[in-house]
């Protein structure tokens, strides 16, 4: 007799079986993380908290609401983002699953790697309610594609906000930043040549030839998303405006909209636990080339870090059923031979 058919290699036996803490990119995001909430707890202590205070507690509370509705639509706007990749390769799936997973998948990514950690929970979740896991998986790759290229639509207004910056001395204003902006540009660094590896690469050509390019056949979807995308990213830009008046800083949408771009960008890097602390170093540095205080500037990042958690926090009344659901995803994918082995 010959040799037992061998079984379709899972996700796990390709990429080895250590644990968190013995891959190098978990240091890399534990190193980014410590190093950016230190050298933001660092300006605040130099800057005095009672500044920082004092903002906060002068905050109109009509502003904050107005900013707090336009995170709330900004989340609709990338559910409906989701939706509208989703329905073009299954038209029967219920929004309001899409909804309840575009949720909690938001919500979780405030606490997972990178900013885009939620990710992988709302894919899983959804292989329950798919004929396809390609469809589900796919979804989720598109979905943050659109918003990128939505972003990078406006990168130009960045180059232009910040074309007449020339005088770095800014940078400097703080004793200590001659080390700490360098010690962040090389995580930075470190995460860039990460992403770099061919093994990232060869997971990407897969997704692209099994996963994405049935998309291009239901070109509505696409149009539809990118659309959603731009109205979504609009809509939270403006709210960042407000806040950034309501902290009274003299800023226009503009320059808001090129600031945003630049920290959207780097929060995408994979060396901290959703941009948390890269964020708000990034803030802390950008704004005041703007003629912001570095006071004003850190109320801001921290008025940006919380609102829209805030917003989401009703999500965790669907978190249980979702992690169920992502569960029995999980488990549906090893049947079908793992990632590589779904189509």
């Known amino acids: ?9 899972v996700m796990e036996e390709r990429t080895g079986s250590r644990p968190l803490y013995g891959r190098p990119l978990f240091w890399i995001r534990l190193g980014g993380t410590v190093l950016g909430l230190g050298f933001l707890v660092w300006v605040l202590s130099q800057q005095a908290w009672a500044q920082v205070r004092q903002l906060m507690q002068t905050l109109s509370w009509p ?20 939706w509208a990749l989703l329905r073009a390769q299954h038209p ?49 790759v598109l979905d943050r594609v659109l918003n990128l290229l939505s972003m990078l639509c406006l990168l130009p207004v960045t180059v232009w ?4 910056v020339t005088d770095v001395s800014v940078y400097f204003r703080w004793r200590g930043e001659k080390v700490a902006i360098p010690l ?23 997704v692209w030839k099994r996963w994405i390019h049935p998309w291009g056949q239901r070109p509505a979807g696409l149009l539809w998303g990118f659309f959603w995308a731009w109205m979504s990213n609009l809509i939270q830009i403006g709210s960042i405006y407000v806040l950034a008046r309501a902290v009274g800083m003299s800023v226009s949408y503009v320059q808001v909209l090129g600031v945003h771009v630049l920290i959207y960008l780097l929060v995408l890097l994979p060396i901290s636990l959703n941009g ?4 708000e170093s990034a803030y802390v540095v950008l704004y005041p080339l703007l003629g912001a205080t570095p006071a004003q500037a850190a109320a801001l990042a921290l008025l940006a870090r919380f609102l829209p958690l805030l917003i989401l926090l009703p999500g965790v009344l669907w978190l249980p059923g ?22």
Not at 64 to 81: I, S
């Open 92 to 140: 029967l799936l219920s929004e309001r699953v899409v909804f309840r997973l575009s949720w909690v998948g938001y919500l979780t990514s405030n606490f997972l790697p990178s900013s885009v950690g939620g990710d992988g929970l709302r894919g899983a979740a959804l292989l329950p309610h798919v004929p396809r896991a390609s469809i589900a998986l796919a979804s989720v």
């Open 322 to 343: 979702v992690l169920k659901e992502a569960a029995m995803g999980v488990k549906s994918l090893h049947r079908r031979g793992g990632l590589y082995g779904s189509i």
């Open 184 to 206: 962040v540009l090389i995580v930075i660094l470190f995460g860039l040549g990460y992403l770099a590896r061919s093994s990232l690469r060869h997971h990407l050509e897969i």
């Open 161 to 164: 906000i910040f074309r007449d």
């Open 276 to 279: 948390l602390g890269v964020a």
């Open 63 to 82: 502003l904050l609401t107005l900013a707090g509705a336009g995170f709330l639509f900004g989340q609709v706007f990338n559910t409906l983002r989701w």
């Open 1 to 9: 007799m010959g040799e037992p058919a061998k079984r379709a290699p």
